[in-house]
């Protein structure tokens, strides 16, 4: 079950946020160095981490696969003219299969995206195995250069994603149901901290 909490806006608009008590619910530390996937630098979880990459793709990925059961938390500071940034999870060691969530500031939206892209699927809209991310999973979302947070709760085959307490999307994740935890920007630079990923007793 996905558990949201709403508070009206200003404007009269709702916002969405993972409750504070699902949050204290992960109390137990999950411990991983992260590794450049293109040089084989190590980071500890608490270090700050600049990813730059003005014309390819840069990712960092855990060493040690996250639980399925699982939250994370980190904070974002998005470059100027950055053109995606975000998050991978149950990804391999390379990066190269995963599930994404993706910040894309200049189309001011995040979507839930997977990779490769290469496996046919059975709907007509999957054609020549090309498997884009679906329209409902994708929001509107403001991503103006500088500070974001991205929350994140995995739970067996679902996920939660809510961006700066306030815009939430929610998918299956039943194709890939063990990996590690990044983190990425392309096409632009990113500097992610306060990495936090937790897991609890069930």
Known sequence: MSVLESTQRPDGSLAFDIPSELRASFDIPHASALVD???GTRYTTDAEVTLSAPDGYACVVSEAPIPATAYASVTVDIAANTTECGIVFRSSADGDNCYILRLEP???RAVVDRWPRRV????QWEISGDVPFQVELERPCTLEPGEHTIDIVMDGSLMVAVIDQQVAVSARIYDRTAGGFG?????GTATFRDLRIATRIR
């Open 37 to 39: 996937t293109a040089t």
């Open 120 to 123: 046919t699927g059975e709907m």
């Open 183 to 187: 983190l990425f920007a392309g096409e």
């Open 106 to 108: 200049r189309r001011s």
